[in-house]
């Protein structure tokens, strides 16, 4: 059973920088996306970025695009979120989600197999 641990979330003022982990276990995951999802209070769950284990390819909504940086390293497992020029409308629980990649819709959080339990970023002013 795949499980996902997130950790590195924060208190971070506006402007400042954040690294967000996700370590992942309990599968072979070279077939499979892994990818950020963030929900604030009274939101829906929002895409944020996505890598696809085997080859690196990353992709970014537009809202985090330039600021947002998504990274892995295979030997661990563990993917990575940095986060730059934070702004306080990035403030939610971020999660780190994987599928198999021929069976998701990237920006669809419903097409994931796996969640992590989230981890709590706030930025403040």
């Known amino acids: 059973q795949v499980q996902l641990v997130e950790s590195g979330g924060g208190l971070v003022q506006s402007g400042g920088s954040l690294r967000l982990a996700c370590a992942a276990s309990?599968?072979?995951?070279?077939?499979?996306?892994m990818a950020w999802f963030r929900q604030a209070p009274g939101k829906e769950r929002e895409f944020v970025g996505r890598?696809?284990?085997?080859?690196?390819?990353?992709y970014y909504a537009g809202s985090v695009s330039g600021r947002f940086t998504i990274s892995r390293d295979s030997a661990k497992n563990t993917m990575y979120l940095q986060m730059n020029s934070l702004k306080l409308e990035d403030t939610a629980v971020y999660y780190c989600?994987?599928?198999?990649?021929?069976?998701?819709?990237?920006?669809?959080?419903?097409?994931?197999?796996?969640w992590g339990q989230g981890t709590q970023v706030t930025v403040s002013s």
């Open positions: 989600a994987a599928g198999i990649r021929w069976q998701i819709s990237t920006t669809l959080p419903s097409t994931y197999n796996y």
């Open positions: 890598i696809m284990w085997s080859g690196g390819s990353t």
């Open positions: 309990g599968g072979t995951f070279s077939s499979y996306t």
